[in-house]
């Protein structure tokens, strides 16, 4: 008996990378797949249905059952045609994994309407497009989603577009947790760094050697991202997507997991640091006030973010 039998899992950009390593895994635990992929570029634009049904060869040449959808999931339509492919061949749908990306790394000086609008589609609409086709049928029995964010989003040089789509998929699992957590529905974000995939466009090297070594902030901002080595391959990624998906992780709905190289965590929400407090409300004179809140000022976090040397 294998840890996923009888049960169907979508899983959009499963063609390439880390949702094709999670796509074999499930598969192999005896999960029915839903190969969703455009096969386009990985700045977006262009589409090639031949990764998907790769994808869908190699599993069935292992024994186990999928198939291959290959719609774009940045339009409500694109994101109903997954989930509906999991119900015409399947008749359910127990797990959700949104794991499509595209990056367009650019200056916020150079970033047009149309790099932010492209990304924010495919990465967070497209989200929003298959949850809100499949939750329903979630519903039915109770499973997983499971949404792919990134580091990215606690701020990254260059990557504006793609930092706001990907911390907007951590608020809205923690929302779409709280909604269908009652069904048995658990809804969880990921934020992987993972070795070279499609997405490992020089670009995003650039984005981070110019933050890191131009402007000495630490890689992705974060400190704790730096000490633990390599990052992980994506079969480590699937791992940990297959591990959210069962009954193992139940007591998990709501959170954000961190994987890096040997590495996986959870992520605490953002707390308060300081706080300062001031009777009656802010005044323009009291919130000037040094004496009052220049504590808030002085924090050794804040030389991390880019400040211009005093
Ligand atoms: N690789 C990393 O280090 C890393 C780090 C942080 C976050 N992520 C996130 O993990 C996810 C997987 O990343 P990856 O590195 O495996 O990327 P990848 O480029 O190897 O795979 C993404 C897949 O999504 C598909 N795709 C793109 N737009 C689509 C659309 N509109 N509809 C359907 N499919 C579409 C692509 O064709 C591609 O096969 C992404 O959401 C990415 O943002 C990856």
Redesign the pocket.
């Known amino acids: 008996m294998t840890q996923f039998s009888d049960k169907v899992a979508v899983i ?9 390593d999670t796509a074999l895994l499930l598969a192999s635990e005896g999960a029915k797949i839903v190969v ?5 570029g ?1 700045q ?1 634009g262009g589409s090639d249905s031949s ?1 998907a049904q790769q994808v869908v060869d190699e599993i069935v040449a292992a024994g186990g059952t999928a198939v291959a959808e290959t ?4 339009s409500m339509a ?1 994101g109903k045609a997954v989930v509906e492919c999991a119900m015409d061949h399947y008749g359910r749908l127990d797990f959700l994994i949104n ?5 367009r790394p650019r200056r916020i000086t150079e970033m047009s309407e149309e790099d932010f609008d492209t990304v924010l ?3 967070l609409k ?1 989200y929003f497009a298959t949850i809100r086709a499949g939750a329903e049928y979630l519903k039915r029995q109770g499973g997983a989603i499971i949404n ?5 989003g606690f701020g990254h040089w260059g990557m504006a577009n ?1 930092s706001a789509a ?1 911390e907007g998929v951590v608020g809205m699992t923690r929302s779409v947790a709280r909604e269908l957590g009652e069904f048995g529905v658990r809804c969880n974000a990921v ?5 070279a ?4 466009i020089p670009e995003v090297y650039e984005t981070i050697t110019y933050q890191h070594q131009t402007l000495g902030i630490p890689h992705l901002s974060n400190q704790w991202l730096l000490p633990h080595g390599e ?1 992980a391959p ?1 079969h480590s990624v699937a791992a940990v997507l297959a591990w959210l998906c069962s009954p193992l992780s139940e007591n998990i709905n709501g959170r954000e997991v961190y994987i890096f190289g040997a590495q996986v965590a959870l992520v605490q929400e953002p707390e308060l640091i300081r706080n300062q407090f001031k009777a009656g409300g802010w005044t323009w004179d009291g919130i000037c006030d040094p004496a009052v809140t220049g504590a808030l000022t002085y924090d050794i976090r804040n030389r991390y973010k880019g400040l211009k040397p005093v």
């Not at 792919?148 to 990215?152: A, G």
């Open positions: 959009t950009g499963a063609g390439r990378g880390i949702g094709r969703n992929d455009l096969g386009g990985p977006g990764f719609s774009s999931v940045a694109g794991n499509a990306g595209i990056i589609a495919v990465n497209g792919l964010s990134s580091p990215s793609y990907k934020r992987p760094v993972s070795q995939t499609t997405m490992a990052e994506p």
